[in-house]
């Protein structure tokens, strides 16, 4: 009985099927996926979506070169640089049907592509279920020629949902950061400021630049990666055929593929709804494609969702939010795995639920759990082509969940806002036969703590200008996220960095940027360059009797939240024509240098002109005799200095200055 009643539920199933309002069509020219209310097409020409229309509403526009597509993917992956796949005459595209284990029918295409001189390959697949108004992406490449074993690095890897219609009408980076896409008008009385950035002030009645800034670059919205859920853009009536409002999201339902850990920062709006799957903004880890790579990215889920004419835009993100979780259709990627649709991808069968108790800290806040790369940093885990990564808060009573992990063995990390360093074991096993592990973190010290500055949060947002809403514009944009030029270094600190422990505030004394010197270039508001008082950063304080008496040594440590040598972003390549690919950081204590640090190019990143303030993270102890140190009323001061006037090549319009971003510093004795 137990074959009839198998037979009987398979038949159930074909019938559900069968009377779905899911189709997947061939043209001569298009595949199209299609269901009740979501209508896709993807182009045989050029493999690549070329029209999205929910219910009535076309929410790509025409097509016109590049734009009225998506999602589509492109990369910086060949020899000569970027590639968008799909049109090369020779790509394959392939339409897909089936039902998944819920007995739901879902439809799909996969589209692969090679670039022949050098036998890379790029697949991009897209599946629509019945029932839902978006799609599910893979993204998977390929590398396989013995004769070049190492062919580049993979610089860039995205897809893009990139419309050419006046639909959409608002940004939306996070719950907190977004605001009207600016006009036309202001875009043709724009001035260029810098690389990829503009000055929008000469239209004051625009309505970007009424409510969010004077200024606008895509890297203002740009987001972390931590506890991100969704992006993307908003349409609020005015522009839509039946006057609803609409919205076309990225969510992301899961995390394990990209790279750089819960700090990776990237781009995720401009009027293009982006997926960077592998990118170096901000400092970000690439991998090198060698002969043998072979990774998938996925799934991600693109939304496309309607509301009434009163529906804001915060109730269609979170419609668009409750889909960032990594158990939500599992099955269907199950099923998608089990009939060979989807390579690399891990089945449920081969994941488990990660259990551990941490004893944290005390004094530990929001604190976070990490697995990644074995042996690697998380925020460089690029090693290993097969690596994943996962992360979860940890519970007020230590305990970390982490579900749906592929069974293997990573590195935990544990760090949390208010604790210098990190908690890192290396070889933690998971496996559905893994018992819940127990781990203590005893926090990093050297001796007695007698003052520290900021706090130790991974991010230098706690400093002058950082995430200190800017008010003069009702949004309220974090101040970093504006163009680094609106600010006035010299008028800020018109007698350079001089901060007094005990008095001074780190929200109004320090800047959320330490320069090497002041730039000119590519700022708009202030083109002269300024040399003096800046490179050098004074720190005072005074040290009772007690708090001195048998100290023999002292631990100052400097813990950065983001440095920029002469490498930018490229971490890997030496450019020996270069100076300052490595940095070096003095400190002094009263008057004499203790130790110069080399700050070394694989922890370089483009942050702050970029508006970032969490870049990579890292930390050095400088450790010197407490002799050098001042008891009673006398005054110790600590100077910490960049080189002066410390330069960099810059190939677009950006400053060739070196920085770096504090996250915060501590002073102990012992």
């Not at 025409?62 to 589509?72: D, F, L, R």
């Not at 230590?398 to 290396?426: C, E, H, N, Q, S």
Request: proline fraction near 5%; include cysteine; charged fraction near 20%.
């Amino acid at each position: 009985m137990a074959w009839l009643r198998s037979k009987l539920l398979l038949f159930a199933a074909l019938l559900r099927a069968s009377a779905a309002l899911l189709n997947a069509t061939e043209t001569s020219t298009q595949f199209v996926l299609q269901n009740d209310r979501l209508y896709v097409a993807v182009d045989k020409a050029n493999g690549q979506v070329v029209d999205v229309t929910l219910d009535s509403q076309d929410l790509l526009g025409p097509v016109s070169g590049n734009t009225g597509k998506g999602p589509y993917v492109d990369c910086s992956c060949i020899p000569s640089g970027a590639w968008t796949p799909g049109g090369s005459g020779s790509a394959k595209v392939q339409l897909i049907k089936g039902v998944d284990g819920t007995s739901t029918a879902y439809a799909g295409v996969r589209m692969s592509d090679t670039y022949k001189p050098t036998n890379q390959t790029i697949e991009q697949y897209w599946f629509l279920r019945d029932g839902e108004t978006g799609l599910h992406l893979f993204t998977r490449v390929t590398y396989f020629n013995d004769t070049a074993p190492f062919l580049r690095d993979l610089g860039e890897l995205r897809t893009l949902f990139r419309p050419n219609t006046n639909l959409w009408t608002h940004l939306s980076g996070s719950a907190d950061n977004y605001a009207p896409i600016p006009s036309k008008d202001a875009y043709a009385d724009e001035v260029v400021v810098q690389d990829a950035s503009w000055y929008l002030g000469n239209t004051p009645d625009d309505a970007y630049v009424e409510q969010y800034s004077d200024y606008f670059t895509k890297y203002t919205f740009a987001e972390l990666w931590r506890d991100h859920k969704a992006h993307g853009q908003y349409s609020d009536g005015t522009t839509s055929v039946d006057g609803n409002t609409y919205g076309a999201w990225l969510v992301h339902n899961t995390r394990e593929t990209y790279y750089g850990g819960p700090l990776h920062y990237d781009l995720v709006v401009d009027g293009i709804v982006y997926n960077y799957l592998v990118s170096g903004h901000y400092g970000a880890p690439v991998p090198n494609m060698t002969h043998g790579f072979d990774r998938t990215w996925g799934p991600q889920y693109y939304h496309f969702n309607k509301g009434t004419p009163n529906t804001s835009l915060a109730e269609l993100r979170a419609d668009a939010e409750q889909f960032a979780d990594a158990n939500w259709n599992a099955d269907f990627y199950d099923s998608i795995a089990a009939a060979g649709h989807v390579p690399n991808y891990a089945p449920s069968s081969q994941r488990a639920t990660f259990l551990a108790t941490v004893q944290l800290p005390k004094g530990a806040k929001r604190p976070l759990a990490v697995l990644s790369e074995n042996g690697s940093d998380f925020q460089l885990n690029v090693f290993d082509t097969k690596s994943l990564q996962y992360w979860a808060d940890v519970d007020v009573d230590g305990t970390v969940t982490i579900p749906r992990v592929k069974a293997g063995t990573y590195r935990l990390t544990v760090f949390a806002d208010g604790v210098f360093g990190w908690f890192i074991r290396d070889d933690v096993v998971v496996s559905a036969n893994t018992n819940k592990l127990e781990f203590v973190w005893e926090p990093e010290a050297a001796g007695t703590e007698i003052w520290r500055i900021g706090t130790p949060d991974k991010s230098a947002g706690e400093y002058l200008h950082g995430f200190a809403r800017d008010e003069s514009k009702p949004l309220a944009p974090a101040q970093h996220r504006i163009y680094w030029g609106s600010y006035d270094f010299a008028a800020d600190f018109p007698h350079g960095v001089d901060y007094t422990v005990g008095t001074s505030s780190a929200a109004r004394d320090i800047n959320y940027v330490h320069w090497s010197w002041f730039p000119g270039f590519a700022n708009y508001e202030h083109p002269e360059p300024v040399y003096d008082n800046v490179n050098n950063w004074t720190i005072r304080f005074v040290l009772t009797g007690e708090e001195l008496e048998g100290a023999r040594e002292a631990t100052l440590t400097v813990a950065l939240a983001g440095a920029h040598t002469a490498n930018g972003n490229n971490k890997w390549t030496p450019l020996p024509d270069e100076e300052f690919s490595y940095v070096p950081y003095t400190v002094a204590v009263n008057g004499k240098d203790v130790e110069t640090w080399i700050i070394p190019p694989v922890r370089s990143g483009s942050c702050a002109v970029r508006s970032g303030v969490i870049c990579q993270n890292f930390e050095h102890r400088f450790v010197f005799d407490a002799a050098l140190l001042r008891g009673g009323d006398e005054e110790n001061q600590i100077v910490l200095s960049l080189p002066y006037n410390a330069t960099d090549t810059e190939t677009s319009m950006l400053p060739g200055v070196i920085y770096v971003q504090y996250d915060a510093i501590r002073f102990e004795l012992s």
